[in-house]
């Protein structure tokens, strides 16, 4: 079990997180369409927290089903069994592994309610595992790591009744991988033909396409805002964007997140370090006196943080220039600092450090 987990990933975009996995022979990420819907570029992202870009190559909206390609990925050399024969039965053991509200990876245990369980004119697997909004486009594997579904839905009513797609269904769509260019690719959801280019009609079978589902969608203007600010740091915003108006990201050990609080400010902050056991009325002292401007160093549950607070209407002022570059240095200094109260003081790097 262990061996496969380096092999599935924390999907990050602008309009929230999901799950994906690796498939070896075609090369590419499988997920849900739904958490790549409105995007042609993401980001994955692994236990060790590094970050990579990734192109949506395939998406199947009718089967919910999408591929991904990450270049720079360091390809996992273990990853869940597709090539399989076994059959799912009710009562079997499944195992979800996945990034459930885009916390850190999570596995959870169940059983097969029902192989078979019929929904809007398709089949899909029933299980009363615990699934939750994150887990989406995760691997339902059994006990051999063998992929039994991928995770696409539950009831947001009910307990212990979520929905994976098949893994017979996978197998029908992985078919086209082996043709796929690197231009974002629709499959139509009647013939599976494959279409490049915008349309209103699959060129094959003549199916009507919502030519929205060729667009990406766009950013907020305060959302492209604060991404200048990121990008002022040499990095790729796409890197960052964790949910809508929201930014998770690394400037070297230290966590970076920036987000809209009580939906009047832009608020940045950084968890540096755990509060040490000793020296604590030095901390409190440097604390206290250190001049970190425009920046507030703060203790909050034993840890050490640095922010920033701004009100939205600020970035739409002449202080606009000031504030995003005061949003870039939280990030440098936050990755200073980090070091200086390990080193000076015997503080710890919170387990949000990388």
């Known amino acids: 079990m262990e061996n496969i987990e380096s092999s599935v990933f924390k999907i990050n975009t602008a309009n929230g997180t999901g799950t994906g996995f690796y498939h070896k022979e075609n090369d590419v990420i499988i997920t849900n369409y739904h958490v790549v819907a409105g995007c042609h570029t993401v980001s994955i992202e692994g236990k060790d927290k590094n970050r990579y870009l990734t192109k949506v190559l395939y998406v199947n909206p009718g089967k919910d089903i999408a591929f991904l390609r990450a270049d720079n990925l360091p390809k996992p050399v273990d990853t869940v069994v597709l090539n399989h024969s076994t059959i799912s039965r009710t009562r079997d053991k499944v195992i979800v592994l996945g990034y459930p509200y885009g916390m850190p990876f999570t596995v959870t245990e169940g059983i097969v309610s029902n192989p078979r369980q019929s929904m809007g004119g398709s089949y899909y697997i029933q299980t009363d595992a615990a699934i939750n909004p994150g887990n989406s486009g995760g691997p339902v594997i059994n006990e051999k790591g063998e992929l039994i579904g991928i995770v696409t839905s539950k009831f947001s009513d009910a307990d212990n009744m979520g929905f994976a797609i098949p893994l017979e269904t996978l197998k029908e769509e992985l078919k086209v991988a082996g043709e796929l260019s690197n231009t974002f690719t629709l499959g139509c959801s009647n013939c599976g033909g494959l279409i490049e280019e915008k349309t209103d009609y699959c060129p094959n079978c003549g199916t009507n396409i919502d030519e929205k589902l060729f667009e990406e969608i766009a950013l907020s203007d ?133």
């Open 222 to 354: 305060f959302s492209l805002k604060v991404e200048e600010a990121i990008s002022k740091l040499g990095i790729d915003p796409v890197l960052a964007r964790s949910g809508w108006e929201r930014w998770y990201f690394h400037q070297g050990s230290a966590e970076i997140r920036m987000f809209v609080y009580d939906n009047n400010y832009l608020f940045a902050t950084s968890p540096l370090n755990d509060l040490p056991r000793k020296n604590l009325a030095e901390v409190y002292e440097y604390i206290l006196t250190a001049d970190t401007e425009p920046h507030r160093l703060s203790i909050s549950d034993n840890q050490i943080y640095l922010s920033y607070r701004i009100h939205i209407s600020d970035l739409y002022s002449n202080q606009k220039d000031q504030i995003l570059e005061n949003l870039a240095q939280l990030a440098l200094k936050a990755d200073a600092l980090d070091n200086i109260f390990v080193n000076d003081f015997g503080a710890e790097m919170t387990h949000y450090s990388k």
